[in-house]
């Protein structure tokens, strides 16, 4: 039975965690440093990040990092109890609310923020990307209004003030959130419900009542510069920071392009020949 639910490890550190979501395949491609987290620190070792592994179930991504908004340690399924973690002093994120501000939307009550970052530097590619998947509490029939959202906020490590979210619903510039992807039809809303993934019933992976499908984050970079990345999830729209909400992130896919020229082959009559 225990094998139908994902498990969490939460003997890792924040510079191991980000090692393994980088993955060793990555390696000698991309440098990181300075990882620090901010959030609340719940004690006993139910704290707010961890490290994520499907376990057998039919979780979509195998194992990564998950941030959540309330205690990791309840992730897991199965989905029959409501996560509602709150802290009267678990502030939210300046950083998230200048997105959703830039975003035009809704700026009120942006609390129990979870946030990871870190420096890294791409030496092989000039694109990276990495998918994810956000699940939450908020996924429920009469939803309309509790949004909680997350960003990945990246910019060049020397730039002390622009930050362009990448975590966006496809093809737009909207960020994700609770909202915004969604199986509810709400009234001047676009839930972009082809790419909710599904509700969860009791016995499922996880404990959270409904999830988006495998996305994508994207971004174009510079090879051989520093960059600052900032992975951040907050409750939102709520007064009370309830209906909590993780992000999940596939380990090994923080990976990008890499230009190997042009195609050697027959047909084009410039194979690569022995020796060369």
């Not at 972009?192 to 019933?201: A, K, T």
């Not at 992000?247 to 195609?263: A, E, P, Q, R, Y």
Request: proline share 3%; charged share 20%.
């Amino acid at each position: 039975a225990k094998a139908q639910y994902i498990n969490v490890d939460t003997s890792l550190t924040a510079d191991q965690l980000v090692q393994k979501f980088i993955g060793l395949q990555n390696a000698s491609c991309i440098a990181v440093e300075n990882v620090k987290v901010s959030g609340q620190n719940f004690g006993n070792k139910k704290i707010r990040y961890d490290y994520f592994y499907k376990n057998g179930s039919g979780f979509e991504l195998e194992e990564g990092i998950v941030l959540s908004t309330g205690k990791v340690s309840l992730a897991p399924g199965p989905n029959n109890n409501l996560q509602s973690e709150y802290y009267t002093n678990w502030d939210g994120d300046i950083d998230l609310v200048e997105m959703l501000m830039t975003a035009g939307m809704n700026t009120d009550n942006v609390l129990n923020a979870t946030s990871m970052e870190f420096d890294f530097t791409s030496y092989q590619s000039d694109v990276i990307s990495f998918d994810y998947m956000f699940l939450s509490e908020e996924y429920r029939s009469s939803n309309c209004y509790y949004s909680d959202v997350f960003a990945f906020l990246i910019k060049k490590a020397d730039d002390t003030e622009y930050y362009r979210n990448i975590a966006l619903v496809p093809g737009t510039n909207i960020p994700v959130t609770s909202t915004t992807i969604s199986g509810v039809d709400c009234e001047g809303q676009d839930g972009h419900p082809e790419y909710f993934g599904s509700y969860n019933g009791t016995n499922t992976p996880t404990n959270f009542n409904g999830q988006t499908k495998v996305l994508k984050a994207i971004a174009n970079v510079e090879k051989g510069v520093k960059y600052h990345i900032k992975l951040v999830i907050a409750d939102h729209g709520d007064r009370n920071g309830i209906y909590d909400s993780a992000v999940f992130l596939k380990s090994g896919s923080f990976t990008g392009n890499i230009d190997l020229g042009n195609d050697r082959t027959l047909a084009s009559s410039n194979p690569l020949c022995a020796d060369e």
